[in-house]
């Protein structure tokens, strides 16, 4: 039987339980020669630094110290970095892959929470549910006589920007549900959109066709604001804005113009900055939705990353290849 690799956590240590419970702890235990005790979040005490020295393997997550050269001198042995979260842009330098050291993300699972957020709030939002809500607790009575108009999801118009990791897997997702999906990404053919089975359309038209519009771009200096007082002005009456990417992609004042005015909705997992200021209009404002940045993997959710990041383990002490590696060429056009 072929020798385990030696490993080390390298994460926040109270996350390591909520990212690795104990089923999944036994399986990483079966493949790697890992010290359960030691969870590193820098890597100046001895004991980190002796582990270090051993390490074949980071199992890593956030709050992982930063791999830069000092580092990785201290780890003459290291070949593979799993990361049981989503962006290892914060931590792994490009050091890394010109030592080439393999990495690994759980990238990939921690979309599917972000997509299922998503699909939740555009399917709640063509109902209104929102608004309707906060009229009912106002009236303690039905806000309506009926039958209401204007609201449903039936065939309603959903735009995607961005065909990420989360932006895939939510046109999946809404694959089943009645509604017309269309997607604006610069980087993505017709044929590409296609095999994704939507329309492709410029970001100007699918802003101006859309009753909701769903923000899965990456945050690059390209994309900073990509939706401002001109692309917020495209959008019909009545639509509704979602963004679970980075806040930064939005242009919050325009926004707040719009929002204000009651011309558009919000629905926002992310802002820049992040939390929003105390006196933001934003909170108030009834056709405005904040959440606190939840969408992605939570409670029972980090597991699943884990959970990847052992079955990639598993892959690489039986002498497979990793699954889920990151591109360092790629990982810098993004954020």
């Given at each position: 039987m072929p020798e385990r690799p030696q490993a080390l956590f390298a994460m926040?240590?109270?996350?390591?339980?909520?990212?690795?419970?104990?089923?999944?702890?036994?399986?990483?235990?079966?493949?790697?020669?890992?010290?359960?005790?030691?969870?590193?979040?820098?890597?100046?005490?001895?004991r980190a630094r002796a582990a270090l020295a051993r390490a074949e393997v980071l199992i890593t997550g956030?709050?992982?110290?930063?791999?830069?050269?000092?580092?990785?001198?201290?780890a003459p042995r290291l070949r593979a970095v799993l990361h049981a979260a989503g962006s290892v842009k914060g931590f792994a330098t490009p050091e890394v892959w010109r030592r080439g050291i393999a990495v690994s993300s759980a990238a990939e699972a921690n979309a599917l929470p972000v997509a299922e957020y998503a699909l939740a709030v555009i399917l709640l939002a063509g109902k209104d549910v929102f608004a309707l809500r906060d009229r009912l607790r106002e009236r303690r009575a039905f806000p309506y006589d009926g039958i209401l108009t204007g609201v449903g999801n039936h065939g309603r118009r959903v735009g995607v920007v961005g065909a990420s990791r989360v932006g895939r897997r939510l046109i999946e997702l809404l694959r089943p549900h009645d509604l017309a999906v269309t997607l604006a990404d610069p980087y993505v053919d017709a044929a590409e959109a296609a095999r994704l089975g939507?329309?492709?359309l410029?970001?100007?038209?699918?802003?101006?066709?859309?009753?909701?519009?769903?923000?899965?771009?990456?945050?690059?200096?390209?994309?900073?604001?990509?939706?401002?007082?001109?692309?917020?002005?495209?959008?019909?009456?009545?639509?509704?804005?979602?963004?679970?990417?980075?806040?930064?992609l939005v242009d919050h004042g325009a926004l707040v113009d719009q929002v204000r005015a009651g011309r558009l909705s919000a629905v926002l997992d992310v802002t820049d900055p992040e939390p929003l200021p105390a006196d933001s209009p934003l909170y108030d404002l009834p056709n405005a939705f904040v959440t606190p940045h939840l969408a992605g993997s939570q409670g029972n959710e980090l597991a699943r990353l884990g959970r990847a990041v052992v079955e990639e383990a598993e892959r690489l002490a039986s002498g497979g290849a990793l699954l889920h590696t990151v591109d360092h060429a790629a990982l810098e056009r993004t954020a």
């Open positions: 926040t240590p109270r996350n390591l339980p909520l990212v690795f419970p104990a089923e999944l702890l036994a399986r990483l235990g079966a493949c790697v020669d890992i010290d359960r005790s030691l969870v590193a979040d820098d890597f100046t005490g001895p956030w709050g992982c110290p930063r791999l830069d050269a000092p580092a990785l001198d201290a939507v329309p492709l410029p970001l100007d038209e699918l802003l101006g066709t859309s009753d909701v519009v769903s923000l899965h771009a990456p945050q690059t200096p390209e994309t900073r604001r990509l939706i401002g007082a001109r692309e917020l002005a495209l959008m019909p009456d009545g639509a509704v804005l979602v963004n679970t990417a980075r806040g930064a």
